[in-house]
C-alpha cells in the first residue's frame, strides 16, 4: 500500500521530539513541531515587557528547544537550511493544524496520563485516515488508544525512533491490539525507503526488542564485573571495536547516554517482566544505587563512570572510578593476551572463535558474557518477536553492534555456544537444541545472493524479506568475483555492471587497490557495461597508505614515490576517461585518497552520512592523487564573465587549505566536492550499492561515450599566485598558522595558479598533474612533514608543527 507522507506534525519539542523533527526536514518533509504553552514570563520577558499572551513567549518552549537541537553536536541535521523546512508552534494557539498532517506523532514525556490527554485533544483536529504514532522506549501501546475512535485506533501504533534519531537507524514499530495491517506496512516500508532506517516490527512487549536485549547485556555486564573484579577500563576495552561495538563500548555509552536513562529503563523491565527467568538481573547493582544518589549520571553532571578534570599543570584528564572504593583514579590501561591474539584478523566476525578460547581474564569475560547473552536472546522467542533475524537486526540498528547475537552465536558455532551456555550454568530454549537435532547446523545460510534464517514454526530456513532492494557484497563475493587481490575484489552484480570493493584495512588505497582499480576497468571495457566502486565496510576510505609513503620518504626512494604518486594520479585519470561509466559510492570517513577517487568518477551515489574532504594538510601534503588538478579545474568551469575570479579560486583553495570535511552528503556541495545536478545522495545506506549500479547501468544504455582529456583549464598565474602569498604572509604573521603550515600553503598556490605564469592562460589536466606531484614530492623531502605523517600514524591524529 502506498500513501504519500508530505507533511509531519511532532507533537513534543524535547531532545528527542526535535530529533525526529529534524530528521524528517532531512529527507525533504514539511514538519509543524508543537509543545506546550510556559505557565510563566523568564527575567528576560520581564524586562521587556512582554505577557503570557505574546506569540513570542506562547511559542517559547518550542523554539528554544529546536534552537537548541540545532546547536548541538553531532547535528542532527543535514544541512543548515534544511532547518527552514520546520514551522513551529503551541498546542493551544496551533493544535488545529495538525488536521493538514498525513502523519502526528506524539512525543511527549513518558507518562500514559499525559499521553492519554495529548491524544484527546489531537482526536478533535486530527483528520480521519491520518497516521497517528506514539514515539515510546516502554509504555504499553494498548493502553495509550483506550477510549479513542474506531479510525483513530485502526491509523495507531507505537514508533520507537532511537536518539539520536538522525544517526541511530533502528525503527520499531509497535502495532497496537486494533492497528490495521495497512498502517505497519506503510510505516514499515517508509521507515526504510526514505528515513534510511532498519524497520523492526516489534510485540507490544516491556521495552520492545532493542532495549530489552539492549538493557539485559549492559545489566549482565554491570553484575559481571564486580564478580570478576574487573576495572571499567578493561570492560570497555573487551566489549568495544575488538567486538564491532561503538568505541564508548559499555560504561563510556551509559555515561553518554545518562546512568538515569538505564536506570529508568532497566527498573521498568524488574517491574514488567517478573517471569523473565532472567528477573533478578534487572535488579540494580549497589555501586550503581550508589552513583544514582551521587548523582554521579554521566556527562549531564560531568561524572559517571569516567569524570573529566584539570590536573595540576592545567591539563584536563580522565579519572576512571574504582567501582571497589567508589572514588576516583587515573585511568588504567587495560592489556589482555587473547587481544593480542585478534591484531592480525582485520574482520571482526572472525575474531569471535579467537576470543572465547582465549586462556586468560579477556576469554573467561567473552565465555561468561556471550553464553548469558546467546541464552537470553533464545528465550525471547517468540515473547518479543517470532523472527530471530529481528533481534539482530535490532542491536546493530540501535545499539550500533556490528553483528546481532545470533550473528555471534554463528561464528563461534551453534554447538559450541550451546556449551559455553552449559558451562555457565544457563539452559538455551528448547528449540536451538531442536534445530541442532534436525540437522541444522546455523541460524543462517546464504543462498544465491540471499540471506535465509532459521524459521522456528516452519523448521526451515526462510528468505529473510526485504532483500530485494539491497545487494549484499558479503552475499555475493565468493560466488560472483571476477577478479581479487589482497587489497580488492571485483565482483559481477548483473546486468553488465561491476563492482569494485576495497579489502584492505581501513579501505586504504596502496599498491593493491590501485593495482586492482586499473585491472577492474579493464575487465569492465572489455566485457562489462560499467562499474561502481563501492563497499559496506565502516567507512569508504580513510585515504591513501600514508604508511607506504613515509616509508618511501623516509628512505629517500624518491623515484620510486614519484612513480606511486603518478600511478595514483593516473587511475584516478582512467576512471574519468575510461569508456565505461564509472560510479563511486562513498559512505562515512571519505578522506583524502578516497575522496580524490569520487572527485574522479562519472557520478557520486553518496551515503547521506558521508563525511568527505581533502584531508592532506593534515599531514603536511597537498592533494597529490589528482584532488589539487580537479579542484583547480571545477573552479575553472565556475569562471563567468565578469566574475571576480580570484573569489571563487579561493574558495577552493580554503577547501584544501582549511582540511574542511563535509558533516553530511549535502554539506559536500556546498565544498564543491559533490556537484548539483550530477551527484545524488542516498538516505538508506543499504540500498546504496544497487542505486549505484542502477545509475551505471542507465548511463550505459544512454550511450555513454568516452570524454577527451582537457586542455582548456583556466589558470590565472602571478595574479592569484601574489593573493594566495600575501594571504599566507599574514596568516604566519598573526599567528594563525605555523612556517609550515605557510610552506605547504604556498605550494598549493603554486599548483592552483597554474604556476607563476605572467598572466591567466589555460593548461592541460596534465600541466597541472606535474605540478601536484612535484609540490607533494617536494613536501616529503620535508623533516616536518614526516614528523607529521608519523604522528598521524602512531596517535590517528594531525599534528601542528
Partial sequence: MNKHIRKVAVIGSGIMGSGIA?????????????????????????????????????????????????????????????????????????????????????????????????????????????????????IPIKFMSEGRSEDFQKNFCGTHFFNPARYL???????????????????????ERFLGKTSVVAKDTPAFIGNRIGIFSIQSLFHMVKEMGMTVEEVDKLSGPVI?????????????????????????LYEHCAHDERHELFKLPDFIATMVDNKWLGSKT???????????????????????????????????????????????????????????????????????????VSHRIPEITNELYKIDDAMKAGFGWEHGPFQIWDAIGVQKGMDLIAAEGQ????????????????????????????????????????????????????????????????????????????????????????????????????????????????????????????????????????????????????????????????????????????????KVVAAAESYIGLVEFGIGVIPGGAGTKEMTLRASDRYRKNDVELNILQEYFLTIGMAKVSTSAYEAFDLGILEKGKDVVVVNRDRQIATAKAHAKLMAEAGYT??????????????????FLVGTDSMEAGGYISEHDKKIANKLAYVMAGGDLSEPSLVSEDYLLDLEREAFLSLCTERKTLERIQYMLKNGKPLRN
Fill in 244 to 268: 564491532g561495538r561503538p568505541k564508548s563500548a559499555t560504561f563510556r555509552t551509559v555515561d553518554v547516554v545518562g546512568l538515569d536513562t538505564l536506570v529508568h529503563v532497566a527498573n521498568g
Fill in 169 to 191: 537507524k533502528l525503527f520499531e514499530i509497535i502495532p497496537g491490539p486494533k492497528t490495521d495491517a495497512s498502517v505497519l506496512e506503510i510505516l514499515n516500508g517508509y521507515g
Fill in 302 to 376: 560531568g561524572q559517571g563512570f569516567y569524570k573529566k578534570i584539570k590536573n595540576e599543570k592545567g591539563k584536563s584528564e580522565i579519572l576512571s572510578l574504582d567501582l571497589s572504593t567508589m572514588e576516583y583514579r587515573a585511568k588504567q590501561k587495560a592489556k589482555f593476551a587473547t587481544l593480542e591474539l585478534t591484531k592480525t584478523v582485520d574482520k571482526v566476525i572472525d575474531r569471535f572463535p579467537i576470543l572465547v578460547g582465549g586462556k586468560d581474564k579477556a576469554g573467561e569475560f567473552y565465555r561468561k558474557s556471550f553464553a548469558q547473552l546467546f541464552a537470553y
Fill in 706 to 723: 568516452q570524454k577527451a582529456r582537457r586542455t582548456d583549464v583556466r589558470v590565472l598565474g602571478k595574479q592569484a599566485l601574489g593573493m
Fill in 427 to 602: 539452559q538455551a530454549a528448547s528449540w536451538v537444541q531442536e534445530m541442532l537435532d534436525a540437522g541444522h547446523t546455523s541460524f543462517y545460510t546464504v543462498k544465491e545472493g540471499a540471506t535465509y534464517f532459521y524459521d522456528i514454526p516452519a523448521k526451515q530456513a526462510t528468505k529473510v524479506p526485504g532483500q530485494d532492494a539491497f545487494i549484499i557484497l558479503d552475499n555475493i563475493r565468493k560466488s560472483k568475483a571476477v577478479y581479487k587481490n589482497p587489497g580488492l575484489v571485483v565482483e559481477d552484480l548483473g546486468d553488465g555492471i561491476l563492482n569494485a570493493e576495497f579489502q584492505s584495512k581501513m579501505n586504504t588505497l596502496g599498491g593493491d587497490v590501485i593495482a586492482g582499480l586499473n585491472k577492474a576497468i579493464d575487465i569492465a571495457e572489455k566485457d562489462f557495461q560499467g562499474l561502481v566502486i563501492g563497499n559496506q565496510g565502516a567507512n569508504f576510505s580513510v585515504g591513501a597508505n600514508i604508511g607506504m609513503i613515509f616509508m618511501m620518504a623516509v628512505e629517500q626512494e624518491y623515484d620510486e614515490l614519484n612513480m606511486a604518486i603518478k600511478m595514483f594520479q593516473e587511475t584516478m585519470m582512467r576512471m574519468r576517461y575510461s569508456d565505461i561509466p564509472v560510479i563511486s559510492a562513498p559512505h562515512g570517513m571519505t578522506f583524502g585518497g578516497g575522496c580524490e577517487l569520487s572527485l574522479h568518477a562519472d
Fill in 22 to 138: 529534524c530528521h524528517f526536514a532531512n529527507i525533504g518533509v514539511e514538519v509543524l513541531l508543537l509543545d506546550i504553552v510556559p505557565r510563566e514570563l523568564t527575567d528576560k520577558e520581564k524586562a521587556k515587557g512582554l505577557s503570557l499572551e505574546d506569540k513570542v513567549v506562547r511559542n517559547r518552549l518550542v523554539n528554544d528547544a529546536l534552537a537548541k537541537a540545532l546547536k548541538s553536536k553531532p547535528s542532527p541535521i543535514y544541512h543548515k537550511k534544511f532547518a527552514s523546512r520546520i514551522k513551529t508552534g503551541n498546542l493551544e494557539d496551533d493544535i488545529a493544524k495538525v488536521s493538514q498532517a498525513d502523519w502526528i506523532i506524539e512525543v511527549v514525556v513518558e507518562r500514559l496520563d499525559i499521553k492519554q490527554q495529548v491524544f484527546e485533544k489531537l482526536e478533535q483536529h486530527r483528520t480521519p485516515g491520518t497516521l497517528i504514532t506514539s514515539n515510546t522506549s516502554g
